[in-house]
């Protein structure tokens, strides 16, 4: 297998394992990132096994997953004032982008904060190596945005969640232990 048929198959597992995504969602992202000798019709029968193995796995989940909890995280940071976005854009840079547009649609006058985390953290969580959410206020003042980073470690932490986070306004919360379960949306 060449390195670029390992990029693509990664980046299909990853896309189809994050469980946002359908079938036809994760070939567009897979002719999208093409490259070098990859044969697209063994790519597409990669996404087709790969989706299989997912519906399989999801039958011996449990009945709320890790997932399902970061849901109720991110209905409950909205609800204290705190915007949050799942899944926003790829990197930091697109997650702002995207938690700005939200924080417009939505109206800055309902939130303090904002939380988020992005594809590059989604990979990695898909991955087994935790999920890193970013964060700030709404007024680019180090005590509020250090306030609000406690907010949030407090309702992951009530949700049944470690944090890690050593309380500094410019660095991330992470959850480090972090089953990554999302039932794709049938």
């Not at 990853?14 to 990132?33: C, K, L, N, P, R």
């Not at 990669?46 to 796995?57: G, T, Y």
């Amino acid at each position: 297998m060449t390195d670029d048929e390992k990029y693509v198959r990664n980046a299909i597992k990853t896309h189809v394992w994050s469980g946002f995504y359908d079938q036809a969602d994760t070939e567009q992202m897979m002719e999208e990132i093409l490259e070098g000798e990859v044969d697209p019709e063994e790519m597409r029968r990669f996404i087709v096994s790969e989706s299989a193995a997912k519906a399989a796995a999801e039958k011996s989940w449990p009945a709320e997953t890790d997932c399902d909890r970061l849901d109720q995280i991110f209905t409950a940071l909205d609800a204290a004032g705190i915007c949050s976005l799942q899944n926003a854009g790829y990197t930091m840079s697109d997650g702002h982008s995207d938690i700005g547009e939200k924080l417009d649609e939505r109206g800055m006058k309902n939130f303090h904060g904002y939380c988020f985390y992005h594809g590059q953290d989604l990979e990695r969580a898909v991955n087994g190596e935790g999920l890193m959410l970013a964060f700030s206020d709404l007024k680019a003042d180090p005590a509020n945005k250090t306030k609000v980073g406690h907010e949030i470690c407090a309702i992951v932490e009530k949700a049944g969640f470690k944090t890690n986070w050593n309380g500094d306004p410019e660095t991330r919360i992470t959850i480090p232990k972090f089953d990554w379960k999302r039932r794709t949306p049938r």
